[in-house]
């Protein structure tokens, strides 16, 4: 028997051993002391809710970053306060106005500085909207990517992480989600981002230089635990937790829970909702395995979720717990196209990655509320 036969039959013959390896795998990633210091990385969409949490994750490791974003969405408000919870780190970050469309400032962003890898946050993401306006989201989402991709060809610059979607997933058949689910679209928003993955994979089987890490996330909630940032949606929002949020500071009235007829517990859908600040971490970790393999990752997709899911009633009861108050409910019908329940497989996350997240949906729920309650408005302060 050679080496890693004798070694593969002893993990199988105790589990216990594999346990030790996969702790191992978990400390030589997370905890490893694989520096990110000084290390430069563009980030699009990083004024966003996502991006602004992972800039400031990204600053806390030291790394130098370039934040990039149109404003459609937010504003640099976010990051400015950004820079103030950065512990001294704020002058580590520059601000940039500028479009995914736009290829020659892009071009002039690669050309002045040695740009390590991108975060790829930038895109539209209202669903409903990519149904009545399906350009726009193909133009912004699919264009913007190749354009950015064709600035990273000309600058040599092969690593980029990349914000997919359970959605990913259709309608799952069973639960939880593995990597190796089929996929499908069941809107254009999911069609983007489906069609960037085969992108994505065509890039790097054109050249296996290329590093594409393309992250699928479940269910982002919360805020930073100092309710200085968190998600600020334009108009009326489309997912239950701001949802929830804008009917307990009173901008709407009730929440319409839309299905009580689900075959789930208590009747209504089941989610996997995973803190912002985990799912920051998770771009660390995924930078980190960049960092690490000295850029030859390849091409790796992963889920990043908890593994659980929460039903509407359960994430409204944690709210209203963490709130201390009511949120008045209507019980509508099902909302089209709506799965009963999904939720990730998340083992190869923390195979790959040595991440996993830890914060329970009690933390999400409390960190959703002292943001709320400190910004009831949102970053502008007032009605969009
Ligand atoms: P967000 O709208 O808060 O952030 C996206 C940012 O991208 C915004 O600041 C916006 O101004 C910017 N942007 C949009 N088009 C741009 C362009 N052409 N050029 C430059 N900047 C542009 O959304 P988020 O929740 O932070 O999501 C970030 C990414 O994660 C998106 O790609 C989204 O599709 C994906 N995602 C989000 C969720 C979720 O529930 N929040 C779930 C799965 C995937
Ligand atoms: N949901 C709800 N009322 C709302 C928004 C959402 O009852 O106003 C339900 C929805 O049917 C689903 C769950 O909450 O079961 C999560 O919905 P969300 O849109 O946040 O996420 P997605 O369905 O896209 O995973």
Redesign the pocket.
Known sequence: MDKMEKFFTTRKRFPAFSLCIHIERRNSAVHSHMSLSGKTVLV?????????HTCLQLLKEECKVIA???????SFESLERVKRLSGGNGNLMTSIE?????GEKLDEVFEANEIFAVI??????AVGESVSKPLRYYE??IN?TVVLLKSMVKAKCKSIIF?????VYGEPKTVPCTEEFETSALNP?GKT?LFIEHILTDQHASDNEWNCLIL?????VGAHPSGEIG???KGIPN?LMPFVQQVAVGRRPELSVFGTDYDTKDGTGRRDYIHVVDLADGHVAALKKIAKENGKCGRIVVNLGTGKSTSVLELVGAFEKAAGKKIPMKMVARRPGDAAEVYAKTDLAYEILGWRAEKTIEECCVDQWNWASKNPYGYSGKED
């Open positions: 699009t969409g990083a004024a966003g809710y996502i991006g602004s990039y974003d149109n404003l459609d969405n937010s500028g479009d995914i469309l736009d790829h946050f930038a895109g539209l993401k912004n989402n913007g914000s997919s979607s359970a959605t928003y981002k699928r996330y479940f269910n982002p998600e600020d949606p997912n």
